[in-house]
């Protein structure tokens, strides 16, 4: 029993976690396995829970994330961009990465920035407009404005793997 219990801790060393089974997260749509890493969210998380808290937890970033995404899906000049996009894993995956950036108690389980936007065609102007999003949603979550600066410049970097136009 112990030689099993050994093994199976070394093979989950030796063998990065691969995406779950989106079965298990109900309306979410299947994808090919990747390597599930922090390291995808794309930049690494602030320290302490300040910004988390800033942001009011993770029911803020759920409130943030979700008023970012009705709003992109609302905005004619971005809207089918979201068209052919599984919205239940996007939103979960945001979510996450968001939490997870905050120095909140999340890990990312989504692909890497490229991975996930390599087929999309971004353009600056779509970035633009996210991003205008964004900081509505934080402005409504009541986010204070040098906090919200804070959280762009930590996300500014990905830029460059997910505008591909």
């Known amino acids: ?12 060393l030796a063998f990065p976690a ?6 298990h997260m109900p309306g979410e749509e299947a994808v090919d ?7 995808n969210a794309g930049a690494a998380p602030f320290t302490g829970t300040a910004m988390f808290d800033a942001f009011h ?7 943030i994330v979700d008023g970012m995404l009705d709003r992109s899906i609302a905005d004619p000049r971005i ?4 068209a052919a996009t599984d919205m239940v894993r996007l939103r979960r995956t945001l979510k996450e990465q968001f939490c997870f950036l905050l120095g909140g108690p999340c890990g990312y389980t989504g692909r890497s920035m490229q991975d996930a936007h390599d ?8 970035m633009g ?13 009541g986010v204070p404005f040098g906090v919200q600066n804070r959280f762009l410049a930590r996300l500014a970097p990905m830029r460059r793997d997910v505008v591909t136009r």
């Open 1 to 12: 029993m112990i030689r099993v219990l050994s093994f199976m801790a070394l093979s989950a």
């Open 119 to 126: 087929d999309i065609g971004l353009q600056p102007a779509d």
């Open 79 to 82: 809207a089918g961009i979201f």
């Open 33 to 39: 396995p990747y390597v599930v890493s922090d390291a």
């Open 57 to 63: 937890g993770q029911a803020g970033v759920d409130r």
């Open 129 to 141: 407009a996210l991003v205008e999003h964004l900081q509505e949603a934080m402005s409504q979550e």
């Open 18 to 23: 691969m995406a779950q089974d989106p079965a």
